[in-house]
């Protein structure tokens, strides 16, 4: 298969957000009076806000209703886009514009497939925004990866088919979507941490299109 599109994930592929909901969220769950450390923060990275959102209160045995679950996010939020606003092109993560400026000089569609509903500011604060060809993001979701809607999306978008896009994805249910959307999976992350990517890298650090294709031709020959 020849690249055609490439499709990013934002959170931990283009750019280190996780520290930031990590801050808001603690700042949430203190209010609450429930523990919450890092490492109850990375394991809820894949999910959606409301997700996560709900561990939190089921982790501290909170009940609380529909209204109150809509005002909780939404502090949250506010406390976050506070944190976020300080982001800037420095945040960008090593590599990621020179690979997109390189693909869209070959002529190579982008595509930003994320969950979150911040993804239009964030991408304009750390300059990125108008490399793309196309966003689908969490306003645009009826369904949380796993479930491929978001990458579908985002390669109908391009006007290709999912068997000629790349998927880059830092979390699990990013890499189950792209595979049962019948995607190319690269796993961003430190190798093992991902099951079932079809290839996986560190970063995309010094990452070329050359690079990207042989990858996909390595696993096409295996
Ligand atoms: C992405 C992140 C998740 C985050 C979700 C919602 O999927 O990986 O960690 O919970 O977006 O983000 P938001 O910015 O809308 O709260
Ligand atoms: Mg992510």
């Given at each position: 298969m020849k690249i055609q599109g490439c499709l990013f994930d934002m959170d931990?592929?283009?750019?280190?957000?996780a520290k930031h909901h990590y801050v808001a969220w603690k700042s949430l769950a203190n209010e609450l009076a429930i523990p919450f450390t890092k490492s109850d923060n990375d394991a809820l990275k894949d999910l959606s806000r409301l997700d996560r959102l709900e561990r939190i209160l089921r982790s501290g045995n909170l009940e609380v209703s529909s209204k109150t679950k809509i005002e909780l996010m939404e502090k949250k939020n506010q406390l976050y886009l506070q944190i976020i606003?300080?982001?800037?092109?420095?945040?960008?993560?090593?590599g990621v514009k020179e690979l997109m400026l390189e693909l869209r000089n070959e002529g190579v569609g982008l595509c930003l497939c994320s969950s979150s509903k911040n993804a239009a500011s964030i991408l304009k604060s750390i300059g990125?925004?108008?490399?793309?060809?196309g966003i689908v993001d969490g306003n645009n979701l009826t369904l949380p990866k796993p479930d491929p809607e978001v990458f579908i999306k985002g390669s109908k978008l391009l006007g290709?088919?999912?068997?000629v896009c790349i998927v880059f994805e830092d979390a699990q249910s990013g890499i189950e979507a792209a595979r049962s959307g019948g995607f190319f999976a690269l796993g961003i992350g430190a190798?093992?941490?991902?099951?079932?990517?079809?290839a996986n890298v560190q970063?995309?650090?010094?990452?070329?299109l050359d690079k990207l294709q042989a990858l996909v031709d390595s696993h096409e020959s295996n």
């Open positions: 931990g592929v283009v750019v280190d957000t606003d300080t982001l800037g092109p420095g945040d960008i993560r090593p990125v925004f108008n490399l793309f060809d290709l088919t999912p068997s190798e093992g941490s991902l099951n079932n990517a079809h970063d995309l650090a010094h990452m070329t």
